[in-house]
């Protein structure tokens, strides 16, 4: 948990600027800090620089699948080089995806599928936190 605002601190990478947005407004009305980034090479050097700041992330929210880009399995194993101190959610459109059914193999804690609520993120995170 981010020492100076009390809250947790929350990562969300995907390549939509509408899941951007909505996740972190979601986020910022449960309570949460959030950050975002387009892909997964933007998503790592976020966790990075925050890390190495002494404000690392409590959680990150990973999308599966980034089109031309680094998508979830390969940002949460670069994540995991820098610290493993950290909760992951994959998130996808693409419920059927073997990763999706099958997250905690790939190393991630949860799994939220898109376009999810706010009930839906609320409890995903609270089981998460232990809230």
């Known amino acids: 948990m981010s020492s100076e605002t009390g809250l947790y601190k929350i990562l969300i990478m995907d390549d939509q600027e509408l899941i951007l947005e909505s996740s972190s407004e979601l986020l910022t009305i449960l309570g949460y800090e959030a950050e975002t980034a387009k892909n997964g090479e933007g998503a790592v050097e976020l966790f990075e620089k925050a890390y190495h700041e002494g404000e690392p992330f409590d959680l990150v929210i990973l999308d599966l699948t980034v089109p031309g880009g680094m998508g979830g399995v390969k940002t949460l194993a670069a994540m995991k ?51």
């Open 81 to 131: 080089k820098i610290s493993s101190d950290f909760k992951a959610i994959v998130s996808s459109g693409y419920s059927n995806d073997p990763i999706m059914s099958d997250f905690k193999n790939y190393g991630f804690d949860g799994v939220l599928i898109k376009p999810f609520k706010l009930e839906v993120l609320q409890e995903t995170l609270d089981k998460l936190f232990g809230d």
